[in-house]
């Protein structure tokens, strides 16, 4: 965001530039309970929720240089609000990016990201391997813009290369990719973008700013559903976009006319999301890697998919890009689709629903839930098979976890 959007005064200037001197060279945990928060006069311990549709001005003259951006400040909610600038600032840190907007939603971040940097002719190389909706939001309706999409395989630095035209200017992924968990080497497609003068956007949704820097890693923005890991508890929807004060501008433009803006309410939740980030992530990933290890010494299972296995493609990968291996794991049942859904149905413990990212366990069938508008033949090449399930790992006892899947593989 713009200095011109800070809600500035000479209060808050003296505010920020005492907070500035105090995190500089502060670690990610500080970063996460600290980051962004500007105490009002009142002298909030807490981050203050300013519920307000719109600002007030001193004067008639007042209120049309704020309107004009002569003078900085807020002029309406859909533009700004001093507890969503809280939460950009707050993300822009921890990522490690010049600045941050928040949207109402993962999805929007994405929309807003793509409106804001292509335009009709423009041409995108997108990985197959993304959540169903995503490719629904290329395919579909940015197609209908005369945006052109090339989707090619995650882990084929070639299929990157041959898909490039003279108009991309935009590459998208996910790493972790949703629900195989394949690792794209982040550095490699990144210098492929920066040969043809596109952006590389990276959906950093799986892991967060606690286990994996995609901006460090040569990646121009950042998209994240706030949805999952950044709130951690599944109580709002949310998304953010961060990257460089240019390209952020122009994000910020299109969510100020287009109105996908994040309420103040969300806002504050994903702000004390944040402030546990780092720890959640650390459980989630503990208890993952003992539920993949369990299930990959299951003779009714019959692949297991998680980056923290030796045997998984991408596991010396991502050993290198992200401090830890996530939360997210899927596998493939010995059968078909009743199987998988016999497994689903006989647990007791995990939540039946294709959110992630939570407190509690969750269980869905990929290729009739979350990729279930995909065709045969993408879900195909993405892998999404009638037997996978996947798995976002909560952080209950682990034993009650492991119990858990017992039930599913004697249903099978």
């Known amino acids: 965001m713009s200095k011109k959007d800070l809600g500035s005064n000479a209060y ?3 505010q920020r530039a005492i907070l500035n001197e105090a995190l500089t060279d502060a670690g990610l945990d500080t ?9 009002s006069p009142e002298g909030e311990h807490t981050e203050a929720m300013f519920m307000t549709s719109s600002y007030v001005f001193d004067s008639a003259a007042a209120a049309a240089a704020r309107f004009s951006g002569e003078n900085p400040g807020n002029v309406y909610s859909r533009y700004t609000n ?10 822009a840190l921890l990522e490690g990016g010049e600045a941050a907007v928040a949207t109402a939603s993962g999805m929007s971040a994405i929309l807003s990201t793509c409106m804001a940097l292509l335009k009709a002719g423009d041409h995108v190389v997108c990985s197959r391997s ?6 629904a939001l290329f395919t579909k ?10 989707f090619v395989t995650l882990t084929d630095l070639d299929s990157w290369r041959q898909a490039l035209k003279p108009q991309t200017k935009l590459l ?20 492929l973008a920066r040969a043809q003068g596109a952006k590389l956007v990276v959906d950093n949704c799986f892991c967060s700013p606690a286990l994996q820097k995609p901006l460090a890693l040569g990646a121009d923005i950042i998209v994240h559903s706030a949805t999952k890991y950044l709130d951690g508890q599944g109580r709002c929807v949310g998304g953010v976009v961060v990257g460089a004060q240019a390209d952020m501008d122009e994000v910020l433009a299109f969510v100020r006319t287009a109105g996908p803006t994040m309420s103040a309410f969300n806002a504050w939740v994903f702000l004390k999301g944040l402030e546990t980030l780092r720890l959640r992530m650390d459980a989630h990933c503990a208890s993952a890697q003992k539920l993949a290890e369990w299930l990959a010494g299951q003779s009714k299972i019959e692949q297991v998919y998680y980056a923290g296995l030796p045997n998984h493609p991408g596991h010396a990968l991502a050993k290198q890009q992200q401090r830890g291996f996530g939360g997210v794991l899927s596998f493939k049942v010995v059968g078909d689709r009743e199987a998988a859904w016999r497994f689903i149905d006989a647990t007791r413990i995990f939540s039946i629903t294709a959110n992630l990212g939570d407190a509690k366990t969750t269980i869905v069938h990929p290729a009739t839930t979350t990729h279930g508008r995909l065709s045969a033949e993408d879900k195909a090449q993405a892998g999404i098979t009638e037997n996978l399930i996947r ?4 952080l209950e006892d682990v034993n009650d976890l492991i119990a858990d899947l017992a039930r599913g593989v004697d249903a099978l």
Do not use: W
Request: glycine share 10%; proline share 6%.
């Open 172 to 191: 998208f992924l996910e790493t972790p990719s949703n629900p195989l968990c394949e690792v794209a080497d982040v550095p490699a497609i990144a210098a």
């Open 130 to 135: 993304v959540f169903g909706t995503t490719n």
């Open 391 to 394: 798995l976002s790992v909560g």
């Open 12 to 14: 808050l200037d003296q």
């Open 31 to 39: 970063l996460a309970v600290r980051g962004g928060h500007l105490r």
């Open 141 to 150: 309706y940015l197609g209908k813009l005369g945006i052109e999409t090339s």
């Open 82 to 91: 001093p507890t969503v600038r809280y939460f950009q600032e707050r993300m």
